[in-house]
Nanobody, 115 residues
Framework: QVQLVESGGGLVTPGGSLKLSCVAS????????MYWVRQRPEKGIEWVSS????????FYADAVKGRFTVSRDNTKNMVYLEMNDLKPEDTARYYC????????RGQGTQVTVSS
């Protein structure tokens, strides 16, 4: 079955950086778009970024554009989210997902941005 396992979250001060990773299994990873979504405290799931199967197309939510970079390595079944210039409003649980709405996602990794 589909399995997505995220890692790399943590506590960081404003302006800091983190790189999230997600390893996928149970499906043909190299054939699928992949997504990052997040859930901020007391909010619903929010789309963050998308990447197509061969990493030639990337999309970002306006809130993270210019600060976050999505990438993937199909040889390792991995997708990444590099996050720079983090802000307190980026505090959320981050999930990699097989769909934009986060219906098929991993257990997530917590990112907390606080001074």
């Amino acid at each position: 079955q589909v399995q997505l396992v995220e890692s790399g979250g943590g506590l960081v001060t404003p302006g800091g950086s983190l790189k999230l990773s997600c390893v996928a299994s149970g499906f043909t990873f190299s054939s699928d778009w992949m997504y990052w979504v997040r859930q901020r405290p007391e909010k619903g799931i929010e789309w963050v970024s998308s990447i197509n199967r061969d990493d030639t197309i990337r999309f970002y939510a306006d809130a993270v554009k210019g600060r976050f970079t999505v990438s993937r390595d199909n040889t390792k079944n991995m997708v990444y989210l590099e996050m720079n210039d983090l802000k307190p409003e980026d505090t959320a649980r981050y999930y990699c997902s097989k769909d934009r709405r986060g219906n098929v996602r991993g257990q997530g990794t917590q990112v907390t941005v606080s001074s």
